[in-house]
């Protein structure tokens, strides 16, 4: 397990944090999404010999927010 920063734009209420903190929960390879929304952070807690940058990425992405890592 590794945890990596990202910086998240379009992130602006607790509905927002939620729906990003569920959608990456649903990988079962992604432990833990914790969530700074003030800072525009999130901590995602992953297995890396399943997931990757690109996949947490995209998944934020479907809901329209941008993710880079920080
Ligand atoms: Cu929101």
Not at 50 to 62: A, F, K, P, S
């Given at each position: 397990m590794?945890?990596?920063e990202y910086n998240v734009r379009g992130m602006h209420c607790v509905g927002c944090s939620s729906a990003i903190k569920?959608?990456?929960?649903?990988?079962?390879?992604?432990?833990?999404?914790?969530?700074?929304l003030y800072e525009s952070k999130?901590?995602?807690t992953y297995d890396?010999?399943?997931v990757?940058?690109?996949t947490i990425v995209t998944t934020v992405g479907?809901?329209?927010?941008?993710?880079?890592?920080a």
């Amino acid at each position: 397990m590794t945890t990596s920063e990202y910086n998240v734009r379009g992130m602006h209420c607790v509905g927002c944090s939620s729906a990003i903190k569920k959608l990456l929960e649903k990988n079962k390879h992604i432990q833990e999404v914790r969530v700074e929304l003030y800072e525009s952070k999130i901590f995602v807690t992953y297995d890396e010999s399943n997931v990757d940058h690109d996949t947490i990425v995209t998944t934020v992405g479907r809901f329209g927010y941008q993710a880079a890592k920080a």
